[in-house]
């Protein structure tokens, strides 16, 4: 077993100090349990042999129904750790929506239990969604990048707020949001995870304000430039677009609507399926 056929672990080591966290002396162990022979102790081999692992069960395969189970274990994990509860969502959230209502022409209206429950389902299943997003892409055969960027991609989404538009960047993810994670944009994704992939290849690096980025390895401010400079709207959706809104009818499909916003860094509640869903109910909707 030889850490160094991936030289992206570096990445796990410098970072994280992957390589003495409980997560890595466990897998550690059981590898001996399960062969008999133990991990080699230089920190390059232990991140490999918990990678080994954790390639396993990030990326099950369609007829594997023991690894398509450890892949929700692995989600329930995640869930449970960093999707908001009921009794976590701030009273500020529920004095926003009464705000909003009397705004909307509704009145002061009454947020009972009912209500509470029916807002907070919604919250809790955007979020739910948002993050299945990166892990079902990044367990998928589309997203072929090493281990290493894929841990870290995910241990970093996991701690990114809301896209701040003005500031052109991913603040820290606070406790208590109410927020969806971080949209997937599948093209930003694969600029960064090819950069920094390439870095620790010893290949070529851009020049620039983007290798002053990669030298920080911090996904938030790469992800955030990525998106910022390698994805913008070309000239002729920016065209289409313009003075054009877009309706979307009472009742209907949510997912035309969500996929119209993802990826745009609109920071709107709206790009989460379930609000979606729950705005169509009450009403056509324009975009």
């Known amino acids: ?59 099950p395969g369609e007829d594997n129904p023991k690894a398509r189970r450890n892949l929700d274990r692995i989600k329930g994990v995640l869930y449970n750790r960093y999707i908001i509860k009921p009794n976590e969502i701030p009273e500020g959230y529920f004095e926003n929506q009464r705000r909003l209502a009397r705004e909307q022409g509704h009145g002061d209206i009454e947020i009972d239990p009912r209500m509470r429950a029916q807002l907070s389902e919604v919250i809790i299943a955007d979020q739910t969604s948002s993050l299945d997003k990166w892990i079902d892409y990044l367990a ?64 070529k690096h851009p020049d620039g304000e983007f290798a002053k980025l990669l030298q920080t390895e911090n996904f938030g401010k790469l992800y955030a430039w990525a998106i910022e400079k390698v994805t913008p709207a070309s ?44 705005h169509l109910q009450g009403g056509d909707f324009y975009v």
């Open 140 to 203: 998928s055969p589309d997203a072929p990048y090493p281990d290493a960027l894929k841990y870290w991609t995910i241990r970093s989404i996991l701690n990114m707020g809301e896209y701040d538009k003005e500031r052109h960047m991913y603040p820290q993810r606070s406790k208590g949001t109410t927020k969806p994670f971080p949209d997937l944009n599948r093209e930003a994704l694969a600029y960064v995870i090819d950069a920094v992939d390439k870095k620790y290849q010893e290949q």
């Open 1 to 59: 077993m030889e850490g160094s056929e991936n030289p992206s672990n570096q990445l796990l080591k410098n970072k994280y100090d992957l390589h003495k966290s409980k997560g890595v002396e466990a897998a550690a162990l059981g590898h001996q349990r399960r062969t008999g022979e133990r991990v080699p102790q230089d920190p390059l081999s232990k991140i490999e042999n918990f990678l080994s692992l954790w390639h396993e069960r990030l990326t």
């Open 235 to 278: 000239e002729e959706e920016l065209s289409a677009a313009n003075g054009k809104w877009i309706k979307y009818d009472q009742d209907s499909d949510p997912m035309p609507l969500v996929e119209s916003l993802q990826g745009h860094g609109t920071g709107w509640c709206t790009a989460g399926e379930s609000t979606a869903r729950a």
